[in-house]
């Protein structure tokens, strides 16, 4: 009955072997090389890792480690890190589970001793109370010496009487029934109850210590983290002492290179003249600071005074120019003031209240099992995707979400500048992402003809139309236009990627922007969306990535950089950066920001070439810099935004019925509907009607396209084969290689895009004209 064993490894030993790691739902558990070593567990994909890369680490000191069954067991560190692990046999689990019991007490006792070193290190604050607290110290220090000494001597009592208790075990199987039955029996239940007493002490004992270690650790805790905060304040300190000793070392050399008698040659170039006293008033009320820092692009130091005395006149210029915060309440007013058809001067228009709140977000529970079982024998085109994973719009709907922020380009529309309007257009590009931070919902996929209409003409002096004008693939076409002078239109199409952890998301296709006063024509394209933990974790949504702004008429271009979210680093999360130039490559303004945020400009005063900085070796560019003026803020979350899906106040009113609106509009879809109205169940059946029907009439509408290409092909196709549907997904080169579908849109004609070459939608107009007549019948049926 009882066989050898392994030795157990001793508490010092590193101890090394096999063990299966779980990894994700696709690849289940993984084949790694573990090694338990000064109280560290690691793990490498195989033994020839060990010198130069390991996978992973956790401390053992503070870890817990549980038993799940015969070989798994499962050691985590409260949250951050859980290793699922599983070994080839129960023999191979427990010698594992002995060794890590092992290593951990022995990390706990030097962890323990370690702080107890440093606090008897440290100087008491005061006589006696120092003293009063270290001999507290060493009262509990001896307390738990003791106990611990209890705690080794039951283990080897235990040990001893395990052992005894296997072998009269092993003696009473080989026994046979007669006199010495009676006897044997007895010394097992003697060995019996001497093994649970012992047990019983243990467990006392133990019980004593973990009291007694609770009694104490949140004072330790409270200690620990007051020296963690003094350290991080110490770190800050010396950051800014670095940054104050650059920013004057920068400083010093710009001195020596341009002394206070040479001007500007940039400026004398342009032959700007001296103005009448207005460098002195500039001086006086101009501040000068540092713009945010991108390591990776460019450095960016305060202006020298001394050089703005020196043209005095194209500061003055500069301010007038760029009156961001000071001066844009004055140019609104001033605009108002001329613009004879502004509000104040027509007749008022009682504007209608709109909702500011949709019924609370159900709390379901997510059955997997429930939404596989249906799946079974089905093609993947055809699996209906649960509500459970949707927010209540279409993906038309938070399209027209990017007018979030409208007045950007109010704003823009009244620059005189090109290279101020290019910031704000910039921020209205930023700020089309600030809405998504906590929107982890999947919009309604829009079906085939779909639109939607966003009439904001009395608020916001704007109109919006989106429709769905292709299913394979999906492609959305959207057009608005402003009484302030501006249009926008943009035709998106979204290519994904599941890469195991996270979903990418890249949106395909250009956003233009139209001013027309200035003739000013922007493009630009979308970053790429990043959702994280499909699997497993809380999911959260990161954008990353890089976009070119460029004025078609001018050469004027803005490059924004969004830095991808890093775990280790010291930069703010969410940051964006960029620089705005002209068409000789000359950089006049500083954007910086984060998306989720804010954004701020600041006017460039001068550049030079840095030394060589970073493992590339690259030169910097350094930029001297006014103070920053804001462009945009993120207007906060209505009360009670978690529990209505985390809408803004523009999307809370996207769904709100409205009357004489196009039959196709998302407001009338029933399952996005019934959704919002908390009819999950419902909606999940109204949502797999809508597909099919979609399905039904892609299938009608190709048979016509055969009857008409080939009247002799326009036959039934073969038993099934009608059912076949395959999903595409876009890309790149099927985006610019136009679409598959044969639809035809009702609002947008289809054409090459003159400034990108790409395959379009425009709107062709008359929406609004339809909308006043109340003459939908030309629409399709598509709910």
């Not at 800014?240 to 040659?265: C, D, I, M, W, Y």
Request: charged share 25%; net charge negative; glycine share 6%.
């Amino acid at each position: 009955m009882s066989e050898p064993k392994a030795p157990t490894p001793a508490p010092g030993d590193t101890y090394k072997g096999w063990l299966f790691k779980w990894t994700n739902y696709i690849k289940g558990y993984q084949r790694r090389w573990f090694v338990l070593s000064n109280g560290l567990l690691s793990y490498y994909r195989t033994q020839a890792e060990m010198g130069h890369t390991c996978r992973g680490t956790i401390n053992l000191a503070t870890a817990n480690i549980a038993v799940e069954d015969s070989c798994n067991f499962v050691i985590s560190n409260g949250g951050t890190q859980t290793y699922h692990l599983k070994a080839s046999s129960e023999v191979e689990r427990q010698r594992w589970i002995t060794a890590l019991e092992l290593a951990k007490a022995k990390a706990f006792r030097m962890q323990a001793e370690s702080d107890d070193s440093g606090d008897e290190s440290t100087p008491p604050a005061a006589g006696q109370g120092g003293g009063a607290r270290n001999s507290e110290v060493q009262s509990t220090l001896r307390t738990l010496g003791s106990k611990v000494e209890d705690l080794s001597t039951c283990n080897d009592l235990i040990a001893k009487h395990g052992s005894a208790l296997q072998r009269s075990l092993s003696e009473l199987e080989g026994v046979r029934l007669g006199g010495e039955t009676s006897e044997k029996i007895r010394q097992v239940t003697e060995r019996a109850t001497l093994f649970r007493i012992t047990s019983n002490a243990m467990i006392n004992a133990c019980r004593d210590f973990l009291a007694l270690a609770q009694a104490h650790s949140k004072r330790w805790q409270k200690a620990l983290q007051a020296e963690r905060e003094q350290r991080v304040r110490l770190e800050e300190t010396l950051e800014q002492l670095a940054k104050q000793h650059n920013h004057l070392e920068r400083a010093f050399r710009g001195a020596t290179v341009l002394p206070p008698s040479q001007s500007n040659p940039a400026i004398d170039s342009k032959g700007s003249v001296p103005g009448k006293g207005d460098a002195s008033d500039e001086d006086e009320e101009n501040e000068f600071f540092d713009a945010c820092e991108d390591v990776q692009e460019f450095i960016t130091v305060p202006a020298d005074p001394k050089y703005h005395r020196r043209s005095g006149s194209n500061v003055s210029g500069i301010s007038s120019e760029m009156g961001m915060d000071d001066g844009t309440t004055s140019l609104d007013e001033q605009s108002m003031a001329s613009n004879p058809e502004s509000p104040q001067s027509q007749e008022v228009v009682p504007v209608r209240k709109r909702r500011t709140r949709i019924p609370d977000k159900p709390n379901y529970s997510l059955n997997l099992w429930s939404i596989m079982k249906n799946c079974i024998g089905k093609e993947l085109s055809k699996i209906p995707m649960p509500v459970n994973f949707n927010e209540p719009l279409s993906m038309l709907q938070r399209l027209s979400e990017d007018l979030e922020y409208y007045e950007l380009l109010d704003r823009g529309a009244k620059c005189q500048s090109s290279l101020e309007q290019m910031c704000y257009v910039a921020a209205f590009t930023v700020s089309s992402y600030s809405t998504t931070v906590h929107r982890t919902g999947k919009p309604f996929n829009p079906l085939l003809g779909e639109t939607f209409e966003l009439d904001r003409l009395q608020e916001s002096g704007y109109r919006s139309l989106c429709e769905q004008v292709s299913h394979h693939p999906p492609a959305a076409a959207h057009h608005a236009i402003s009484e302030r002078g501006w249009t926008l239109r943009q035709e998106i199409a979204l290519a994904s990627k599941f890469r195991g952890k996270y979903l990418s998301i890249m949106p395909l296709g250009s956003i233009h922007c139209i001013f027309e006063k200035s003739n000013n024509h922007y493009t630009w394209k979308k970053v790429t969306t990043t959702v994280h933990n499909i699997i497993v974790g809380k999911l959260w949504i990161d954008q990353s990535g890089e976009i070119d702004i460029v004025n078609h008429r001018t050469g004027d271009r803005c490059h924004l950089k969004f830095a991808p979210y890093s775990y280790f680093s010291r930069d703010v999360a969410r940051k964006v950066t960029g620089v705005v130039t002209d068409k000789d490559g000359k950089a006049h303004y500083v954007l910086s920001g984060t998306w989720d945020e804010k954004m701020e400009c600041s006017r460039v005063m001068q550049s030079s070439r840095g030394g060589e900085n970073g493992a590339d070796g690259r030169q910097k560019t350094v930029y001297q810099t006014l103070k920053a003026k804001e462009l945009w803020r993120k207007t906060p979350l209505p009360e009670g935004a978690e529990n209505m899906y985390y809408f803004s106040t523009l999307a809370l009113t996207l769904n709100e019925s409205e009357e004489g609106v196009a039959p196709t509009d998302s407001r009338k879809r029933p399952d996005q509907r019934l959704m919002e109205q908390g009819r999950w169940e419902e909606a999940n059946a109204e949502k797999q009607r809508l597909e099919e029907k979609q399905r039904t009439a892609r299938r009608e509408r190709e048979r016509e396209a055969n009857r008409s290409t080939n009247p002799e092909e326009g036959k039934e196709p073969a038993d099934g084969a009608e059912e076949v549907e395959i999903a595409t997904e876009p890309s790149e080169t099927t985006y610019k290689s136009g679409h598959q579908d044969s639809y035809k849109a009702m609002w947008f004609d289809r054409c090459v895009d003159q400034m990108t070459g790409e395959p379009t939608h425009i709107y062709r107009g008359g929406y609004w004209e339809t909308k006043e007549q109340g003459n939908w019948d030309s629409c399709p049926d598509i709910f």
